[in-house]
């Protein structure tokens, strides 16, 4: 059974702060993925990773930033929070030839 | 890039109907729809896809049909129960590995016992 996790489930940050979520799968999958999830919009991409170091943008990657160190674990990185930035942030997970997701928890940030 | 359409928003079904979802994609490339059910605070998850050599795939009382000339995929989902009142969003991608799905707004499927 595929298993994505992420580091929090609720936090609040204030504005200007660096912000840090944290995924980690353990199925070997080679694609990650971040979404931002908010009312109305469906599921929007920021960045998503096809292997480790490597990174692409998606579709609102502004004021986000990302890492792969290592093939089980992707971060992603608010420079410096703002309050626009609030939101569910959804984490995912692929093999290597696409197909279906397997979703994280989520995380859901405040910036106050 | 690919554009997802999802229509309705916001679908409310007696218990027992059927209920379908629509959605339109842009990108005559694409060829994998999956649709994903996210319940109440918890996350996205896939319960049917298909990809673009098939019309139509089914799974006990859910269904997806595929029109790739008119580009256009459908959720169909048959008596409905309430435990089916959800979010349901489609997506589309160029299903190689490297590109990423684009998502529909969803739709809240409410079910009335």
């Known amino acids: 059974d595929v298993k994505v996790t992420q580091s929090s489930r609720y936090l609040v940050k204030r504005t200007g702060e660096k912000v840090f979520l944290e995924c980690v799968q353990d199925m070997d999958h080679e694609n990650m993925f971040w979404y931002r999830q908010d009312p109305g919009l469906g599921l929007r991409l920021i960045y998503f990773s096809y292997d480790v170091k490597m990174k692409e943008k998606g579709d609102i990657p502004e004021g986000y930033s990302v890492s792969r160190e290592k093939k089980e674990r992707f971060s992603l990185i608010l420079e410096s929070a703002s309050t626009n930035q609030t939101s569910m942030y959804l984490c995912?997970?692929?093999?290597?030839?696409?197909?279906?997701?397997?979703f994280g928890p989520g995380t859901r940030l405040t910036v106050l | 890039g690919e554009n997802v359409e999802q229509h309705p928003s916001t679908l409310s079904v007696q218990e027992g109907d059927s209920a379908v979802i629509k959605c339109t994609y842009s990108d005559s490339a694409s060829n994998y729809f999956p649709w994903y059910k996210q319940e109440l605070g918890k996350r996205p998850q896939l319960i049917i896809d298909i990809r673009s050599n098939v019309g139509e795939k089914k799974d006990q009382r859910i269904a997806v049909t595929l029109n790739k000339t008119a580009k256009h995929f459908s959720l169909h989902i048959t008596e409905t129960q309430p435990e089916d009142s959800a979010v349901y969003f489609c997506?589309?991608?160029?299903?190689?590995?490297?590109?990423?799905?684009?998502f529909g707004s969803g739709t809240r499927l409410q079910v009335q016992p």
């Open positions: 995912a997970s692929s093999r290597p030839r696409g197909g279906g997701q397997f």
């Open positions: 997506a589309a991608s160029i299903g190689t590995g490297r590109r990423a799905l684009t």
